[in-house]
Nanobody
């Protein structure tokens, strides 16, 4: 099993920045992709960004050029740097990991973009 713990959410003004972190523990050797999803009130959960064990990344069109996903293999941590935040980025952000035949989710961290 894999355990995921997110941190770094909060309240920020439009145009501001936040950095989310997701620390993985447990059977981390089996993880071949990690990513961030978000879910706004009344909306379906959507993919924000993903990074594979080989370092390949993919982003939702809505965050391209503003968000950057990265991983620190030494600390088993994935980061999501979010710049130029917009009110529509407000959501609960969940960390996700993919292993052969299964996947795991973190508990989520709230990001609120408001003046």
């Amino acid at each position: 099993q894999v355990q995921l713990v997110e941190s770094g959410g909060g309240l920020v003004q439009p145009g501001g920045s936040l950095r989310l972190s997701c620390a993985a523990s447990g059977s981390i050797f089996s993880i071949y992709a990690m990513g961030w999803y978000r879910q706004a009130p009344g909306k379906q959960r959507e993919l924000v960004a993903v990074i594979t064990s080989g370092g390949n990344t993919n982003y939702a069109d809505s965050v391209k050029g503003r968000f950057t996903i990265s991983r620190d293999n030494a600390k088993n941590t994935v980061h999501l740097q979010m710049n130029s935040l917009k009110p529509e980025d407000t959501a609960v952000y969940h960390c996700h990991s993919l292993v052969p035949g299964d996947d795991y989710w973190g508990q989520g961290t709230q990001v609120t973009v408001s003046s």
